[in-house]
């Protein structure tokens, strides 16, 4: 087979792929409850802060997931004992909701074959969102705005993982490289599926397909995609132990090097792994 057949048939596994994964055999979770409750309430503005802190608290590890993120120093002077309800303080309700999130997210797609990947995935989206909110000042956005956005832009690694590593489809045994090349490629449009039908707005939905693009597109896409790949890009290199003045310098953003090493920190240990 010639390079030119090779390429052929590759785009026609991607073509299929993505239609069977964005198709009826594959079903999207629901969102986790507590973030569904949460939201709800928040919407609704029907219930107090003591309220929704006994909502949360019916979680007690998710409780202490969320207390131990709210008292870093991320989110004002590092605190030592806190409890929930103060935590809510501290960090809003869009905040805790957002949070809770970002530590349950890693239950609503099950992977078992890729369930390390997956896990990673979640820990390194935490860390892209907490980095696009430390941006978000010096681009006039609301962090609330581009929290979320950036969390979820990955999403469709998840639903692909799971649904390409443990679900019994018609494209025979797909080697575990393959799978990683499709999840590169695919992943963005499969993100789009999965927030549509959770009905994120626009905005989600362009951070979602966008957030690999290069920096100078992204930069006309708009200020929260732009952050999340720039957020990107500096989560990746501290990750691999690379220098991040270089990704700030070219966009003409800065967060300084302790705070990114801070945000990777509180990223990997909101697990406790
Ligand atoms: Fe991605």
Redesign the pocket.
């Known amino acids: 087979m010639n390079r030119l057949e090779r390429t052929r048939l590759r785009n026609e596994l991607e073509r299929d792929v993505l239609r069977w994964v964005t198709g009826p055999d594959v079903e999207v979770p629901s969102l986790p409850s507590v973030v569904v409750e949460l939201n709800s309430e928040i919407v609704r503005g029907r219930k107090s802060l003591l309220a929704l802190s006994r909502l949360v608290e019916r979680d007690p590890l998710l409780s202490a997931r969320l207390v131990r993120v709210a008292r870093s120093a991320l989110y004002g002077p590092a605190l030592g004992e806190l409890d929930i309800h103060q935590a809510m303080l501290r960090v809003g309700l869009e905040g805790i909701r957002d949070l809770a999130m970002a530590l349950t997210i890693e239950h609503v797609f099950i992977a078992k074959r890729f369930a390390r990947v997956t896990f990673e995935s979640c820990q390194r989206s935490f860390a892209r969102a907490l980095c696009a909110r430390a941006l978000s000042a010096q681009l006039d956005l609301e962090p609330a705005r581009v929290f979320l956005p950036a969390l979820l832009?990955?999403i469709g690694e998840q639903l692909l993982f799971g649904a390409l590593g443990d679900h019994q489809h018609e494209f025979g045994v797909l080697s575990d490289a393959l799978i990683y090349e499709l999840v590169a490629e695919l992943?963005?449009h499969v993100g789009v599926h999965v927030l549509s039908r959770w009905d994120f707005s626009q905005d989600h939905l362009d951070v979602a397909r966008a957030?690999?693009a290069d920096p100078e597109h992204a930069r006309a896409m708009g200020p929260a995609v732009f952050a999340t790949v720039v957020a990107e890009r500096a989560v990746e290199a501290v990750s691999a132990g690379q220098a991040t003045d270089d990704v700030f310098a070219l966009e003409g953003l800065e967060i300084e090097r302790r705070v990114l090493d801070a945000i990777v920190g509180v990223a990997r240990a909101a697990w406790g792994r």
């Open positions: 832009a990955d992943h963005p957030h690999h």
